[in-house]
């Protein structure tokens, strides 16, 4: 048995696609009907189901996860509904812990087509029986599934009951990934910061314009999970009060990419701005450093200190 965690107050964003999406959690959260929320891994879809259950109307009653993707599929069917031992005993699933209540089933692509077909049955007859059971038990539950599949393209793969599809479908949050919406990036990592100083126990008082512009130049394959991962591990190494581009450089860094992602796109000074930082964090930020670091970019010690002035 579990409880919401979050709610709306909880979830940042002002971009127009962002907020779209918003509203439209909100519009569902004080109905009944099923949600399906979509989404990259890291873009918060645990986060929207917290909220919409403390907004709908059996927030008192329990919001029960079950991790699809971590369950091996053979045992799935008796977490969800439970089963019956030879002796009479018998186990409650998750479906009847949650009566009431919501059941938010994370990564519903990774469940069985058997499965989901005794998942269709609670949709349309709110009624199963036990593995092993004969017994048919009732259940009012609402459904909430999360999934960063194509479960559309699942469906016309036969991996996936379009029926199924259908009725989880009532309502479909689509989550922007971040690198779509990274003018939300400075609000992100304000939040971030206040609220692991609290855990950390720390006094960062926020990041450098630097840091930020690194940041928000960077594609975030992990999306807001990554961010916050990258942030606190800049806050635990950080003796100073603010985070700075030393910090970070070597956390949102990829292997043969330097942190930019062919394909993405950014104004070429952006760019270059992003090289000469990697190229400092390298090679230090003393005079010999910045020798180093002109060496490697193939520009003069003189530009590299005119693009450093012009870039500050």
């Not at 009725?167 to 971030?192: K, T």
């Not at 800049?234 to 985070?243: F, G, K, L, P, R």
């Not at 992602?261 to 190229?279: C, H, S, W, Y």
Request: net charge neutral.
């Amino acid at each position: 048995i579990s409880r919401s965690y979050y709610t709306f107050d909880d979830i940042i964003g002002s971009h127009p696609d962002f907020e779209r999406v918003l509203n439209l959690a909100r519009k569902a959260a004080i109905q009944d009907s099923t949600i399906l929320i979509l989404g990259e891994s890291g873009t918060g879809k645990e986060l929207f189901a917290h909220a919409i259950h403390s907004a709908s109307r059996r927030e008192k009653k329990p919001l029960v996860k079950v991790s699809c993707a971590s369950i091996p599929p053979t045992l799935l069917e008796s977490e969800l509904f439970g089963h019956e031992n030879d002796n009479g005993r018998s186990k409650l699933g998750k479906l009847e812990l949650a009566d009431g209540g919501t059941i938010f089933l994370d990564e519903i692509g990774d469940v069985s087509l058997n499965t989901q077909a005794k998942l269709l049955r609670v949709l349309q007859d709110h009624e199963f029986e036990r593995v092993g059971g004969s017994e048919t038990v009732r259940v009012d539950v609402r459904i909430i599934a999360t999934s960063n599949r194509n479960i559309k393209e699942m469906v016309q793969r036969g991996e996936f009951r379009q029926d199924l599809y259908y009725r989880i479908n009532v309502v479909e949050l689509r989550i922007p990934p971040l690198r779509l919406h990274q003018d939300d990036i400075p609000a992100y990592i304000q939040h971030l910061v206040a609220r692991l100083n609290r855990k950390l126990g720390k006094r960062i008082l926020g990041v450098t314009g630097e840091a930020e512009q690194l940041l928000q130049s960077y594609h975030w394959p992990g999306n807001i999970r990554e961010m916050q991962n990258v942030i606190e591990r800049a806050m635990v190494t950080a003796e100073d009060e603010v985070i700075t581009y030393k910090h970070l450089l070597p956390l949102v860094e990829q292997p043969g990419a330097g942190g930019i992602q062919v394909g993405d796109l950014m104004p070429l000074a952006d760019m270059e701005n992003i090289l000469i930082r990697q190229a400092l964090a390298r090679y230090g930020d003393s005079v010999e450093g910045k020798k180093k670091a002109a060496q490697a970019l193939n520009i003069s010690l003189a530009t590299l200190y005119n693009k450093l002035k012009n870039s500050s």
